[in-house]
Structure formats: C-alpha cells, structure tokens
C-alpha cells in the first residue's frame, strides 16, 4: 500500500524551470531521509539530491551545480525537486526515493541500496 506519487514533469526549453513533487501514502515519512535520482537514456540510475528526515540537511549531485533545490513538507508528506536552468543532458526520468531506515548515519545516501521504496518515475525533457 505504500506509494509514491510523482508529479511536475513534462517538457521545457533549455533555460526553463521545473518543479517536481512527491507525494507519499500508505506510511508517514517524516523520520526518513528522502532523495531524487534520475536515469537518462542508456545510462545507470544515478543520485541527484538527497534530504534529512527533517530537512536540515542537504546533499546534491555534482552536476547540479546550484541549479537544484530539494526540500520538504512533512505535514504534506511530499518531497520536492524545484530545478531551475535546465539543460538538455538533464533529460532523464526523475525517480523520488525513501530511506524507510533509521537511525541517520550522517551519509548523504548517494547509492540507490540506501532505499527502500521508489516511485514510478516522471519523464523530463528538455529541449534546445
């Protein structure tokens, strides 16, 4: 019964803005670290963001390069992925993650066996 649910992708012109979203049901959370990976065509699945279960802390992937926030909202139960200048070799399906797990090591979780429930990806394209 535990889903993840995600939404905001689509298609958007280099340079553009997207908002991912994650909603959870089935199971609360709030106690869990949560995170983002993403997998482009050909390529493995490879970590984007990561958040502490209370969202004091933050990891992301190098080639975020600033452009990406992720954040929170435990009374909503949902993660997100706000991503900003997009590029063209960010076209990839967007995977939202949990880390059902505790307690926090203090890693960032940057391996994809540091999850324990996926959602069922979202489609981002972006175009030159």
């Known amino acids: 019964q535990v889903q993840l649910v995600e939404s905001g992708g689509g298609l958007v012109q280099a340079g553009g803005s997207l908002r991912l979203s994650c909603a959870a049901s089935?199971?609360?959370?709030?106690?869990?670290?949560m995170g983002w990976f993403r997998q482009a065509p050909g390529k493995e699945r490879e970590f984007v963001a990561s958040v502490s279960w209370n969202g004091g802390k933050t990891y992301y992937a190098d080639f975020v390069e600033g452009r990406f926030t992720i954040s929170r909202d435990n009374a909503k139960n949902t993660l997100y992925l706000q991503m900003n200048s997009l590029k063209p070799e960010d076209t990839a399906v967007f995977y939202c993650?949990?880390?059902?797990?505790?307690?926090?090591?203090?890693?960032?979780?940057?391996?994809?066996?540091?999850?324990?429930?996926w959602g069922q990806g979202a489609q981002v394209t972006v175009s030159s």
């Open positions: 089935g199971r609360t959370f709030s106690s869990y670290a």
């Open positions: 993650t949990v880390r059902a797990r505790t307690p926090w090591s203090g890693s960032a979780y940057l391996n994809s066996y540091d999850y324990d429930y």
